[in-house]
Structures are given as C-alpha cells and as structure tokens.
C-alpha cells in the first residue's frame, strides 16, 4: 500500500506531530490502533475532548503532572469509545488519536513486538514509501540512524524525557532526524553525518524546553 514519496509524508507527519495538523493516514476500515490494548493520553488542555470522554473511562496518568489522563480499553483490548461505526467521538477524539500515524514504524524500521499489537504490526508491513527524488532517500536514511541511535543509547535521556514505548522511540526519531542531516557547503544537498551522543542529548533537552 503507497505511503507515497517519503519526504512528503515526514513534512507532514511532522506538523502533526508538533500539533499544527491532524494525520491523513489513509486507515480505510482499519482500527487496528483502536484496538490494540492502547492507553490513550488526554492532556489537560483538551476540554472538547474531555467533555466527550466520560469520566468512569479516565484515570490519571502515572509519572504525569496532575490533569494528564489516560483512556484505557476494555478486556478484548477494544477502546471503549470505538462503536460499530468507528469512533464514537471522532469529531472530539484525543490529540493521541488525531496524530496518531502507524508509518513512524515502517519509516524507522522500529519493530512492534508486543503481542497486542499484531494487527498495527500487520498493518505497518503493507506500507511502501517511494524515493523518487535524492532528499526523499537522504531523509529516510536520517530516520533510520535517528531510531537506531535511540536503541543505541537508551540511557542517554533523563528519565522525563525518555522515550518508554517503541511508539515513543519511532516519534522521536523522526522528530530528531535533521540532527543526522547536514547541508554541503557547495550544492546546498542534504548529507548524512553523525552526531556525537551529547549532541543529540543537548538538543532534546534545548527542544524540550528544560
Ligand atoms: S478515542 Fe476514538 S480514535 Fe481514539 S482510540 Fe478510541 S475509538 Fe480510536
């Protein structure tokens, strides 16, 4: 399934993840996210969406400043949100769910291997991105080193900053990957290059904001 020029698709992922968007995945009838033993993470600033979410359904997220929820599922591993039709709130769903874009898998290799997420792990498999253009291949090849510079050196971040899930790892990678990028004095094209470890640290923590 075409997950269309890889440069494309990270420009885009990209203002979704920083909140200026919301994800275009092309999902189809999939609910594989929907149904896959997720918690779901609400932040305090998302009245419309807690106004919709029932409070029996939310609980208070742990290691999270005070406001944080989580959203949990039911014992088939099943949002209890999600109704025959899709989701039930769909106009009002959590920013998780709105950004929420199973590509980061296939564009960082990062492999699913919790057994509740088989169908997301299926679903990753089918995208193909293409490489028509030279920042197209340089680009995927940055999100790559990113993921296994992550895997590498897991306890480079304090613990706050840490990703935890291999969710979490595949978005920072992708958040991080210009740190693998330079551009050539001489023809303006992107290369690799690899950071030094405390770069990288340095630069999370300023893009952080602690
Ligand atoms: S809130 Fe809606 S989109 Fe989010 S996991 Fe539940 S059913 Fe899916």
Not at 136 to 142: K, P
Not at 175 to 188: G, K, N, P, V, Y
Request: charged fraction near 20%; charge should be negative; hydrophobic fraction near 40%.
């Amino acid at each position: 399934m075409s997950a269309g020029p890889f440069s494309v698709w990270l420009e885009q992922v990209l203002l979704a993840i920083s909140g200026q968007t919301v994800s275009d995945v092309p999902c189809g009838d999939c609910t594989a996210c929907c149904t896959s033993s997720q918690f779901v993470h609400i932040g305090p600033d998302e009245t419309d969406t807690l106004a919709h979410v029932p409070p029996e359904l939310r609980f208070p997220a742990p290691l999270m400043p005070e406001g944080h929820v989580l959203l949990g599922y039911d014992e088939s591993g099943r949002c209890p949100l999600l109704g025959e039709n899709g989701c039930s709130i769909y106009a009002h769903r959590p920013r998780t769910c709105r950004t929420y874009d199973c590509r980061v898998f296939a564009a960082t290799g990062l492999e699913i291997i919790d057994e509740n997420q088989v169908l997301i792990a299926r679903r990753v498999r089918w995208w193909q991105f293409s490489f028509p253009k030279q920042v197209d291949r340089v680009t995927h090849e940055a999100v790559r080193a990113a993921a296994k510079f992550l895997e590498e050196n897991r306890g480079l971040l304090q613990e706050d900053l840490a990703p935890r899930t291999v969710t979490q790892f595949a978005v920072l990678a992708v958040q991080i990957h210009d740190l693998f990028l330079e551009s050539d004095a001489e023809t303006s094209l992107l290369r690799p290059v690899a950071p030094t470890a405390q770069s990288v640290r340095s630069e999370v923590i300023r893009r952080r904001g602690s």
